[in-house]
Structure formats: structure tokens, C-alpha cells
């Protein structure tokens, strides 16, 4: 009935191993199938590994996820230091990040956000009695 969670480490074995699996279907079919086979035959492996990857975020704490997005931003400021395809992997993760994150719910609560909602709390506890109070005396 209840399935057991599978840790952040396993998630990631799984999608490492996946990657391999499919990197080696790749290479294989590259020169017996035509693209648009190739693509269709890797399509499944594809969907699972986007699934891996969601649920890698999922269970990931936002703090972790802040770091490597700072962490990623850095690097790729970084002049010449990658060839192409790493870099393009690279920006390909930042982007994930960033959509992640983009939704409200998703960003980890920062000292500016936790001061605003205290601020906002104050504001709803004596606003009302000051402008009582104000409305009195006029």
C-alpha cells in the first residue's frame, strides 16, 4: 500500500545509470537507424529520465538547488573555461532551475521576504487601532 520513498542518492544512481543506458543505445543505433527512428526509439528513455530529473529536484532542499544555481551562474560567467557541450549542459540545468524556482511556492524564504511578512503581521495588528484612535480625536 505505501511505498517507500526513494532517497535523493538513489534517484540520482538511477538517472546516471539511465543516461549511460541511453548514451550506449545512442551510439549503437546512430548509424542503423534514420533520425527521426532514432529519436522515436530514444523517446521513452527520454520521458524517464525528464521524470528522474523532476523528481531530483523535487527532493533536493531549495537551499541546495539556491546554491547550485549561484554556483552555476558563476560558472559559466567564467570566460573559456568549458567547450561547447559542456557549457550547453550547463545552461540547459540553469534554465531547469530557473523555471524551477519561478514558481512563488518554490522559493526558499529569505530574510527580505520573512521581514516583509513581519512587517506586514505588525501592520495588521495596530493600523486599525491607530486610525481609530486618529479618527477619535478628529
Not at 545512442?26 to 526509439?41: H, I
Not at 541546495?64 to 567564467?78: F, I, P, S
Not at 573559456?80 to 526558499?108: C, K
Not at 487601532?129 to 486618529?134: M, N
Request: positive net charge; hydrophobic residues 45%; glycine residues 2%.
Amino acid at each position: 500500500m505505501w511505498q517507500r520513498r526513494t532517497s535523493l542518492a538513489e534517484l540520482q544512481q538511477q538517472r546516471d545509470v539511465l543516461q549511460a543506458e541511453m548514451d550506449a543505445d545512442a551510439q549503437r543505433w546512430v548509424s542503423q537507424l534514420p533520425p527521426d527512428d532514432l529519436v522515436a526509439a530514444l523517446m521513452p528513455q527520454a520521458r524517464r529520465l525528464q521524470e528522474l530529473n523532476q523528481l531530483i529536484l523535487r527532493a533536493t532542499p531549495p537551499r541546495e538547488l539556491m546554491k547550485r544555481l549561484k554556483a552555476l551562474e558563476r560558472q559559466l560567467l567564467e570566460p573559456g573555461t568549458q567547450n561547447a557541450g559542456v557549457r550547453r549542459g550547463l545552461e540547459d540545468e540553469l534554465r531547469d532551475l530557473h523555471l524551477y524556482f519561478s514558481n512563488p511556492r518554490r522559493r526558499p524564504l529569505t530574510a527580505k521576504v520573512i521581514l516583509i511578512l513581519f512587517s506586514c503581521v505588525l501592520a495588521a495588528l495596530f493600523l486599525p487601532r491607530l486610525l481609530a484612535d486618529l479618527l477619535i480625536a478628529l
